[in-house]
């Protein structure tokens, strides 16, 4: 017990500061969710003041044990027992709650706050993350021993995070794993939005647990001694994760609004904070108040912490004296450290054999792993297609965490969000694959990588209709450009073997921000580059690989992934016919258009006719080739046929483009 | 027991007909899933030969049972009992199994092939479609009684379907509502894709079902007696819904493809395929062979079908002579019938009050739900946000299946692929309900009822950052052009009440393919529109509201939704500054995007500059506005803070729009 809260009076203080920092901070936002953080008073206190390894002062600390909120709308929660034990989150923050400029945002954004380890909001994340950061200490304790020894992750879970699937996805992966360093408290209150849980949800939650191989107990969510003994359990544990369902009441404390709806999702109203601190025998006209022996406890608290940390260094520097080539291999690791030199290393990779991106994918990713450590990763069941194995890797599986290859099983979501808690960990650059049109299934993850600007890689590959037979269901149409539009996430389509290395090249090297791979099932012929081609250049994201022959351009040709093959037929035969034609290869748009405006205007000057091909939606290279542009693709759904009867029927044989193109540049050219 | 199945010899030689179909369908087509027909034909032939009440010679029969083969990979093993149980499914088409213009593509595509009641292969969709047929049945049952008397559905899972977690959320609603008239069958087959179920699924599924209230029982799936020992069973029991798992071996009675994960995904060949033919005394020589008694027993069971049908028929009848009111009514539902004078009425419901769209919506709804009995839907735990609720419509819940009002849970992926299913039910209009940012993750539901173009009501609300505090994690930036990409989805998305009336109107009408609703959370002024406008107009998707003053426009400027009122600002303040300039609203791009061309151009005349307003990315409004036009949109997450200040801080006020088409028409206009 540590000594800074040895009185169960004081205790009770501190636990009941908590409820008043969020029913205040609601309150003067007018807006937020108040019920919730008092009924996790309780827990939440535990957590931080007694069981957490963690340092106020040094958030960054790589040992430290993680605590996620994923009930993210109980922002204040969290906010409140941050600025308590002694985060860099002043009074003035949580008084400027849900406001503009402030880093107190209506769900915790990870990189505003520190001590916030992942953004919460999207209900069942948070879940997922814990698991990912549970196998992430796991892992770097299997590989490094001593500095992540005991590392320790606690979850907050509301009904809502555990009615959502891809909570369940993860938690099943968790089981699977054996993974006893985490710890799942389910906030059992009984009250949804719409009203008592009874309208939805009635399962039997902690058996389900169970059924995921998890060690799951039951306790009164606000007698402290069973949140102890619970917490003790669960830390015993060898070889399960654990689920705590915990009762609680929903505004636990508040005379009226306990255990009602309306107490989920709006203030509280000052009648009933006054009521509520009444009862509680505080003094009703204070808001924002924290008690001094409040305040000096959680100060004496921070000085145990931080010499349990000053502890933890001296152990761990003798661990690096002791091992240096693992200390110099953490270091690498937790820069995620790239050789100089990786593009060209990963040019130099690129096999002389034509193939379907997915397969050089796999050749340039071996490399990749060879010359960048931090790279981990695996596929939702779909590895052999995907191609995705880092060979000699090692799988990731029960009691064997040393491995580079994880296998998600069919589960898109808990995959996504598993590889966000791995980004966010510190040092692993996380992949997950499948095929492109299942990027459906774990986009609030994908949208969360880019939010958190985490390096996290989606490798997705059959790509377009021209997976062929399993035909509209898995054929992308809309998907390359649902992604392309979500802020921050980068897409790249590589249309040959080089440019599959440039992409990774850009990938492995763009550290605040995740990638998404579009990759062919289909063999693919090699681009044909102009001499003194100069390979960096694709990384600009879109550049001229055949120039115009015959004087300057009249028109540009661009196409991506497999079908820039056809935008080089098209300009071969429109060069015949006496054009002067640009063939322009686009394998990221983003990077593209993060380019200046005069490498942009070079590759695409202003004014000059262009055409783009993509087997997808054409709206959007509208905006790219312009009003009178022609942008050829696909806006209906796919069909099942073999790939080369689906090129015929939709017009993506080089015949097809070319007589399009010819007939377009009759009216507009 | 079926007179024409009798023999227990001839159930074999029936069941290694369907494994002969499989193997020889997928060998041809070189492409394709053999090992789970072959596992899984002895459950399908029990139900399809022995429990399936259906008429092959009437696939729409209301009163029939329903197959679901969530593991729509196996596709072959549906044609295969289509085809036999003597469905219009010729062999001719098993034998073009997945090519071009054939019926029989890789996965059983809906309107396809009669008798596929849904269109399945993405993992776990057919599972929650199954839940919602249940639920259907049990609506229409307690609604009108006998034609739907004892309506059964039938789900073939696999590992994969009840991985994902979407499968976890329905099956949660379905143990919630007790729905006892579902039956699915898990195919334990223990091989993935990656190999092994050990890899990645190890916990307990069956456990799991019985912690979501379902009644499970663990057979042999290929012993004949205990499939229908537990059919029996799980058809006799009252409360609570059927989870059998069904221990199977994958390719069963193949000798060397037995249990391996590579007779998953690909075919036998040839040599594997003769071994199992001659293993099962069959010819092994013979291609797409069915014995003669096999097609005879089948011939005589759809015989005894047709009877059992023609019986129905007379109590049906029946029953509609006794309730002539009922029976009225159900025409009405099942043909989705609306009113002519629809849209006049709900026009004529606007409040007068200005309001938030989403308010409006509600009060519009109520009189839809009063003029389109088959209107029912619900919310993912959002009805107090989305306003979504039909007053007086009554609460679906255990044991109460009259109700209109569904309560989902917080769990949109599921409630979208219910919704699917009560579409495809027949006579429903569905709706789902919850924020716009949550429709990301429902994406593959909603992605496949356009692909299966029903009936299906999206309703999402809180649809920019104006829906405040809540944060970047609740704010959609990407997610309306996300939604408007995919081929055959309507977005509406109405500026005030008039419009939220008319996107109604189009929604209920458009019988034959989904529409997604952006409604706001705040207030929105009502437009001002010219004298002498024609309501129906805001039918085609994109209208002139305010036409230029003082000669032909020389600029026009549009908005959707919230900002719509900024676009009608600019006008004002441009047409001060001298300019001529139309303000058009834009309530449903695709409906416009329909419109011939002349009125397309009619609204937005070829050559006159253009400017767009939209609280979202910009990119595919360039499209829209060309090149050199001005799109007006936000391409970076968002912030948490009141609207009002978002609003100042992202550039959403009269002013700043004002100034910034002024600044672009120096330099464009």
Redesign the interface.
Known sequence: MPAAFSDASLINKAVFTIKGLAMDGVEK?N??HPGTPMGLASITFEIYARYMRHDPKDPAWIGRDRFVLSA?HASMLLYSILHLTGYDLPMGELQAF?????KT???P?HGMVPGVET??????QGVCNGVGFALAAKWKHTKFGQPFEASHVYVLAS???L???????AS??A??LGLNNLVVIYDDNRI???GSTE??????????Y????WFVQRIDGHDHGQIRAALDKALAEKARPSFIVARTHIAHGAPNAHDTSEAH?APLGKDEIAATKTAAGWDATRQFYVPEDVYAAFGARKEELGKAHADWRTTYFAWRSANPALAAELDAIEEKRTPPDLFEQLVAAVPAKEDATRNTSNAIQQVAAKLVPSLIGG?A?????TKTLIKGGG?I??GNFSGRNL????????MGAICNALALSGGLIPYGATFL??S??M??AV??S??MEQQALWIYTHDSIFL???????QP??TL??L?????LYVVRPADGLETAAVWALALQRKHGPTAFSLTRQKLPTLKRDAGFDPKVMLRGAYTVAEATGGKPDLVVMGTGSEAQLAEAARTALQADGRKVRFVSVPCLEAFMAQDASYRDSVLPPGIPRVSVEAG?T?????IV??KGLAIGI???G????DT??AR?FGFTAESVVSRVREWLKTAG
Chains 1, 2 share one sequence.
């Open positions: 936002a807006s937020g993210g849900r406001q503009w400029g402030s945002a209506g769900h954004e953004t919460t909001g999207p209900l069942g009904d809502g995070d009615m959502e699937g891809v909570s369940g996805e099943s992966i089981g699977h949804t939005i719409e309208l939805a949800f009635t399962e039997d939650v902690g058996k389900r169970e059924a995921y191989g999702g596929s069941d779909l590895a052999p297609s799988d599986g029960k296998h998600f099983g069919v589960r898109e979501h808990g049109i299942f459906d299934y986009r609030p949208r969360l880019a939010l062929g037979e399993d035909g509209p269901t898995h149409i809309e450009w649902a392309r539009i979500i802020p921050h939606v709206l959007p290279w509208k905006a312009g009003e806006d209906r759904f069909a099942s046929a073999p009867v689906l029927e």
